[in-house]
């Protein structure tokens, strides 16, 4: 009887361990949905558009950073202005595409479901969660459960290079 309490007791944790990553997949899965379609407005629900900005904004100025001394005083210059506008041409669907693509949500693929996407997204320290290719792969985008309880993309953490105009 005791090993029976401790059994469903460890199954009960893991399980509680599991609801937010299967509980965001859904979002995740019409974020990626939506991507490939080109399906703006359920994109915009499902983006958190602000704090995307501000990271791509912050990273923007990091890489300009990192240039000739001659273009990071330029960046410092013009950097938030233009990163500002960049960030902005940067959260749409379109430009998401290889980010999704390299998920597999392409139009010629077939499309994993929800269940499938929880087991690849991982709990961070936050509480948020983030997509990655398999178990052991880098988090490529980030997502924060909002208010009214949908996860919605916060970061980026890819290559800025996959985000593609």
Same mark, same amino acid.
């Given at each position: 009887?005791?090993?029976?309490?401790?059994? =469903?007791? !460890?199954?009960?944790?893991?399980?509680? !361990?599991?609801?937010?990553?299967?509980?965001?997949?859904? /979002? =995740?899965?019409?974020?990626?949905?939506?991507?490939?379609?080109?399906?703006? #407005?359920?994109?915009?629900? *499902?983006?958190?558009?602000?704090?995307?900005?501000?990271?791509?904004?912050?990273? *923007?100025?990091?890489?300009?950073?990192?240039?000739? #001394?001659?273009?990071? !005083?330029?960046?410092?210059?013009?950097?938030?202005? =233009?990163? &500002?506008?960049?960030?902005?041409?940067?959260?749409?669907?379109?430009?998401?595409?290889?980010?999704?693509?390299?998920?597999?949500?392409?139009? /010629?693929?077939?499309?994993?479901?929800?269940?499938?996407?929880? !087991?690849?997204?991982?709990?961070?320290?936050?509480?948020?969660?983030?997509? =990655?290719?398999?178990?052991?792969?880098?988090?490529?985008? &980030?997502?924060?459960?909002?208010?009214?309880?949908?996860?919605?993309?916060?970061?980026? /953490?890819?290559?800025? &290079?996959?985000?593609?105009?």
């Amino acid at each position: 009887m005791r090993l029976l309490l401790i059994a =469903v007791a !460890a199954l009960t944790l893991s399980a509680c !361990a599991t609801v937010p990553k299967l509980d965001a997949a859904g /979002d =995740v899965h019409a974020l990626l949905i939506a991507i490939r379609d080109n399906d703006r #407005p359920t994109f915009d629900a *499902l983006v958190d558009r602000r704090a995307l900005k501000q990271e791509i904004q912050a990273r *923007l100025m990091a890489e300009a950073g990192r240039a000739d #001394p001659r273009v990071a !005083a330029l960046a410092a210059l013009l950097g938030p202005g =233009v990163a &500002s506008l960049a960030g902005d041409a940067l959260i749409k669907p379109e430009v998401f595409r290889a980010v999704a693509g390299y998920y597999g949500y392409r139009s /010629d693929a077939r499309i994993p479901g929800p269940l499938a996407i929880s !087991a690849t997204l991982r709990r961070l320290p936050d509480g948020r969660v983030c997509a =990655v290719k398999d178990k052991t792969g880098p988090c490529l985008m &980030s997502f924060t459960r909002a208010p009214d309880g949908r996860w919605r993309l916060s970061g980026f /953490d890819g290559e800025l &290079s996959m985000l593609r105009l």
